[in-house]
């Protein structure tokens, strides 16, 4: 079962327009822990922001913000006053103990992708 | 947080050949990650690598094909062996941040083309 779902494969917003990106997800160990990054087209994998199933705040970095609904199982990632910079491919990931190791586990992505 | 260097950094092989990628800590880590990313796929997770001990492959992927080495707590290889097309990805380390909120490193990738 996919543990990780984001449902936007592609997303075309107008530069300077905030922008939603959508990741759900399934576990039922009350640990765990979100992650995003973000993958431009040279390859490399930026983290960008983290949010911890026990945190009461939702995490903000900057211009990136996450919006953690616990019940719905979702970590949506939202990005403010977006650049063209930001167009990339978003992952959704989660982090959850198995056998005494951290593994992430990746959504399929999203592709963003900034008009000016 | 850890600065992974990752070597080479793109190869073009023939097919029925090897490959070995390398990754070089800054730090001492307990566990390495490897990834692969297909073409216009996301990652998977190929093994986690502890030293001094066996790899842990994930399912679907197996010993003999993806050989890894953990000789010490900064340095790891991944060898793709016996190599096809289909083995055409960009290959990936990883390690986790000193701190949840540092996030996972990951090395620059190899974006292997097998002909």
């Known amino acids: 079962a996919q543990k990780i779902t984001q449902t936007q494969p592609g997303m075309f917003v107008q530069e300077k327009e905030a922008v939603t990106l959508d990741c759900t997800y399934d576990?039922?160990?009350?640990?765990?822990?979100l992650f995003w990054y973000k993958q431009p087209s040279s390859g490399e994998m930026i983290f960008l922001i983290y949010?911890?199933?026990?945190?009461?705040q939702n995490a903000t970095e900057g211009r990136y913000s996450l919006n953690f609904q616990k019940a719905r199982k979702s970590a949506n990632l939202v990005i403010s006053a977006s650049q063209l910079g930001d167009s990339a491919m978003y992952f959704c990931?989660?982090?959850?103990?198995?056998?005494?190791?951290?593994?992430?586990?990746f959504g399929q992505g999203t592709r963003l992708t900034i008009n000016p | 947080s850890a600065v992974i260097s990752q070597k080479p950094s793109r190869d073009i092989c023939q097919r029925g050949t090897s490959l070995t990628i390398q990754c070089q800590v800054d730090s001492q880590v307990t566990m390495m990650f490897w990834y692969r990313q297909q073409p216009g796929q996301s990652l998977t997770l190929i093994a986690t690598?502890?030293?001094?001990?066996?790899?842990?492959?994930e399912s679907g992927f197996v010993i003999d094909k993806f050989p890894i080495s953990r000789p010490n707590l900064t340095f790891s290889t991944l060898t793709v062996s016996n190599m096809s097309p289909e083995d055409s990805s960009i290959y990936l380390c990883?390690?986790?941040?000193?701190?949840?909120?540092?996030?996972?490193?990951f090395g620059s990738g190899t974006r292997l083309t097998v002909v």
């Open positions: 576990t039922s160990d009350p640990s765990y822990g």
């Open positions: 990883s390690v986790e941040g000193d701190r949840a909120n540092y996030g996972y490193t």
């Open positions: 949010q911890g199933s026990y945190d009461q």
């Open positions: 690598a502890n030293q001094g001990s066996e790899a842990t492959y």
């Open positions: 990931a989660m982090r959850e103990p198995d056998q005494g190791a951290q593994k992430l586990v």
